[in-house]
């Protein structure tokens, strides 16, 4: 049930709800016997799906003429690897909006949003299991 838990707060996290999963992730790694291994890819897995919730929304979304928004023009200046920051509060969450708006490779957008957000949840494991 923990995990179901972690799951569920990733990502929402990784939404434009609030969340919590950092502090989620790092009670389970203080106080569980679920391994670190299992509490990285759930929390990973549903903060990358959350993320790739919001790349769907942005895909559905019609063109309102702000092409040049702040977000839009990094992304299409940086491209995809520019979602390696979607794990970051608020600014993520409209990376990975832009980019499915942008109609960005899916494939490069999943690689590129569970690698961030894999990195930050490892560093999160890693200063709480010190």
């Known amino acids: 049930m923990e995990l179901w838990g972690l799951f569920a707060t990733a990502f929402l996290s990784s939404t434009l709800l609030p969340g919590g999963s950092e502090a989620v992730i790092a009670y389970l790694v203080s106080t569980s016997d679920i391994s670190k291994s299992?509490?990285?890819?759930?929390?990973?897995?549903?903060?990358?799906?959350?993320?790739?919730?919001?790349?769907?929304?942005?895909?559905?979304?019609?063109?309102?003429?702000?092409?040049?928004?702040?977000?839009?023009?990094?992304?299409?200046?940086?491209?995809?690897?520019?979602?390696?920051?979607?794990?970051?509060?608020?600014?993520?969450?409209?990376?990975?909006?832009?980019?499915?708006?942008?109609?960005?490779?899916?494939?490069?957008?999943?690689?590129f949003i569970a690698t961030g957000k894999f990195c930050r949840y490892l560093a999160v494991i890693t200063f709480f299991a010190a």
Do not use: Y
């Not at 890819?41 to 549903?46: F, H, I, N, V």
């Not at 790349?55 to 023009?73: A, E, F």
């Not at 970051?88 to 990376?95: F, S």
């Open 38 to 111: 299992s509490l990285l890819a759930t929390a990973t897995l549903g903060n990358t799906l959350g993320g790739l919730t919001s790349w769907s929304l942005g895909r559905v979304l019609p063109n309102l003429g702000k092409q040049h928004d702040r977000t839009v023009s990094q992304l299409r200046e940086w491209g995809t690897p520019l979602l390696l920051f979607s794990w970051m509060p608020i600014i993520g969450d409209a990376l990975c909006l832009g980019a499915g708006w942008l109609r960005m490779s899916f494939k490069l957008s999943v690689i």
